[in-house]
Structures are given as structure tokens and as C-alpha cells.
DNA sequence: TAGATTGTTAATCGATTAACAATC
DNA sequence: TAGATTGTTAATCGATTAACAATC
């Protein structure tokens, strides 16, 4: 198979692969095989093939995947091509602290603009960046190509995302504990984190060993 | 089937169920069918009914779950009954606005103990913590109970792993962007911001509907 | 009893993995 | 040619979901 629809939990993996290519081009590594790439993602080698081929055949047989290649090939196909505009709403803690991650911006990702509610704190500056109304959000804000963040208390992430998607925004990441829904077309995750802890909490307490990992598809120490 | 092994599946929306019945509970209701709970956290219902099955047989035929006694087995599946010491490594934006989450404390965690390696902040107080040296957490640290949080730049995190696992840390939370490795009996989760914008950058520039929520077991609006 | 809703079964779907033919 | 490694097949496993008998 080549070129066809690719599965979840493959998406989920390639930016861990991409990372681990990054790594392997700045050392200088010419090509990788699907055996390493897999040691150094924490995944198990078919993955990796089966993976890498719903993008197409990009490995040589014998040689192994040329490092270059495959990360502008993982590059390309998560829209990475060029850097993505983030909005962010909500400069609490969290807020604050994803407007000034610096891995945002040396994974393609530009901070575009900040949003807040509160009186006190539109106006003023953040990491550089004016916080602007929440209020001025809505169908006549252009923002069709970003990322909208939602980092606002739980009442209001549904609100939030409801001016999101009015103001064309197509993906939301939301960090509020609370469901929020979206059309169809819009794509939506969550990051609770709360909730991550309370899962490590569920395989801390238990006796068998900790499969928490094996949720997220990450592999055990084989060293 | 009743307390067999809970699938991972399960335990990753044990939290979310929990957060409903507490929402239900403070609204003074009594009850909650399987239908009811499933729109409120955004799941099928044969999934809600088939998650709770696996607890045990807490539901009535004919009239539904008891908020109250559902909310309390969950609690203590989890392993929520008594509060759990946080220990947070490195503190930068992140791992700052972590330390002050609320939402930590909200849901049943203490910040217990905050590390950094910078001579430069070891001393100084963060929301009423000190930070200690990374380099006095080690073996001689007894944190058995905690669940120990990697907020660390991603070349250190493996060190830092290692280190509260010598400290008897039997659960890790890691933000750091690298693969990192453990002994089979700690439990181990990755949250990558990055990663997450990733991913939606992909379904974003798809034309199909972004079935990103599909990927993290979110159904879609059915307004 | 009639209506409602659980708990479980079974079908289906998607993800993982070992194995190996293809091929560099 | 011999050795290495991909790409794919097929078996297996786990998760989802509809359907419905059990039962309040």
C-alpha cells in the first residue's frame, strides 16, 4: 500500500519519528534503519515499516530510509511545509507559559496572538504580544489557518471554541477539563492534565507493573 | 464480568466520567443513566455501559447509575481516596505554571517538592516551595508515594527519570520532548505540546473531516 | 404489569506484530 | 552472489458498538 488514507495511530507517531530524524540529521546520519528508528522512537521495528509505508515507499531494501528524505517526506505530509500561526486564549499560568514555550516556535509553530477576558490583563503585553479582547473574536477575525489553544477555565472552553470556529479556525487544541464539541470538520484535541495524573495514579496503586505506557504506545525499558 | 483487569481504554476515561459525576453531584442529582453520562462526556453509551461493567455491577436496571456511589468507586479505583504528593523537576514556564496549577489541588494532588539543577533558582521560592538541587534527589530521597513530573529541557530528562526512580517514584509524568526509558514496574506518560499542534496540523490541512478527535476517543457534535 | 435501562454477547473494526518474500 | 533490510501479508489482539435478554 502507498498513498491512501493513514490511520490514527500512525499520525500520532510520525511527529516522534520527525523528532528522531531531526536528531539524526544534525548528527550527521546519512540513512536510518527501521530497526534503529524504532530503537530510538521506543517502538517496535514493523511499526515503524508499517507505519512508513502508508506514506509511500521511501526505504531502500538492504540499505535502510534516508534520513533527509523521509523528514522532509513526515514534514510535508503533517503540513509542516511552512509555520503555523497559534492563537492562544486565556493567559492564566498555562496560558502564559505556552505563549512563551520555545518549542513551539522550533517546531514551525508562531504565537500569532493572545486573547483574554479579563479586563485587567487585555492590553497589556505578553512575551511581546498586546492581549486583545476576547470579545473582538468572532466571524470578522480571520484565522483560518491557525491553531486555536484554548487555556481558559472550564465554563467558558465552550464559548471560546464557539468563537474559534466562527472566526475560521479548523484545529483546536483544549487544555480546559470539560468536553467541548465542534462540527465535524473541525479537528479537536485535549490535553487534560489532571487527568494524566490521575490515569499514573490508577497503574501506581495496582501491583502488576505500570502499563500506563503500553496506552500510549510507548515500549519498556529493553536495555 | 465484573473486577477483572481493566483495559487501558477504560482507565484513560475513568477520569472523565469522574469529572461528569462530580459536575452531576453539585447539581444536586441523584442518578444518571448510561445515556446521559455518555453525552455529557462526549462517548458512546455502550462504551460507558461497558467501562463501568468492568468496575463492577454499580448500576440499577431500569433506573441508572447513583452519582454519588459511582463517583466514589471510581475515586477509589483510581486510587484518588487520599491525596497524592507531586513532585515537579525542572522550572521553567512550564513546569512554573504547573506548580501553581490549581486544577492539580482540585483534583486530589499535592505539589509536594520542587528541583531544578540552575544554581541560580535552587533557593528560591515558587508559590511557597523552595526549589531544591536535582543533584540531593536520589536514592536517599524517600518518594515512594509520589508521582514525579519531567518539565526538563529534553537532554537532561532521561537523567532526571533515573534519578526518581532511584528515589522510588513508581509513576512519571514527562513533558519533556525525548523518548525516555524505565523500569517496567514505573508507570510512564508523555505529554508533548508540540506534538499535540502536530497532529492537528495534519488533520487541519486535510480536506476530509478531522477525525483527530476519532485519535483521542472524542465524539464529534451531535447538536 | 409496562416502561426503562443495565449488563453482556457477539459482530466489527482498527492496531499491532511476527514472519518472510522481494530486492537492494 | 551473500547479507541486509524493506514492504507486505496474515495472524492476533484489543477496542468499539449494536443489539437484546435480564431485571428493576
Request: hydrophobic share 45%; glycine share 8%; net charge negative.
Amino acid at each position: 500500500m502507498s498513498t491512501r488514507r493513514i490511520p490514527d495511530a500512525t499520525v500520532g507517531r510520525l511527529p516522534v519519528y520527525l523528532r528522531v530524524l531531526l536528531e539524526l540529521a544534525s548528527t550527521g546520519e546519512a540513512t536510518v534503519s527501521s530497526e534503529q528508528l524504532a530503537e530510538l522512537a521506543g517502538v517496535n521495528a514493523a511499526k515503524v515499516r508499517k507505519d512508513l509505508s502508508h506514506l509511500g515507499s521511501y526505504g531502500t531494501r538492504g540499505v535502510g530510509y534516508d534520513v533527509e528524505y523521509l523528514r522532509f517526506e513526515i514534514s510535508s505530509r503533517l503540513g509542516l511545509a511552512h509555520e503555523s500561526p497559534v492563537v492562544i486564549v486565556g493567559l492564566g499560568n498555562l496560558g502564559r507559559a505556552l505563549a512563551n514555550h520555545a518549542g513551539f516556535r522550533e517546531r514551525g509553530f508562531i504565537v500569532a496572538a493572545l486573547y483574554d477576558s479579563d479586563v485587567e490583563k487585555v492590553g497589556t503585553e505578553v512575551y511581546g504580544h498586546v492581549i486583545r479582547d476576547i470579545a473582538d473574536l468572532g466571524p470578522a477575525t480571520q484565522l483560518d489557518i491557525a491553531i486555536g489553544v484554548i487555556a481558559t477555565p472550564p465554563v467558558v472552553a465552550q464559548n471560546v471554541a464557539d468563537r474559534l470556529v466562527a472566526a475560521g479556525v479548523r484545529a483546536i487544541l483544549n487544555f480546559a477539563p470539560t468536553v467541548i464539541s465542534v462540527p465535524e470538520e473541525v479537528a479537536l484535541r485535549n490535553v487534560d492534565l489532571s487527568l494524566e495524573l490521575q490515569i499514573l495514579s490508577f497503574y501506581q496503586q495496582r501491583e502488576e507493573p505500570g502499563s500506563a505506557e503500553v496506552a500510549l504506545g510507548v515500549e519498556h525499558d529493553r536495555r
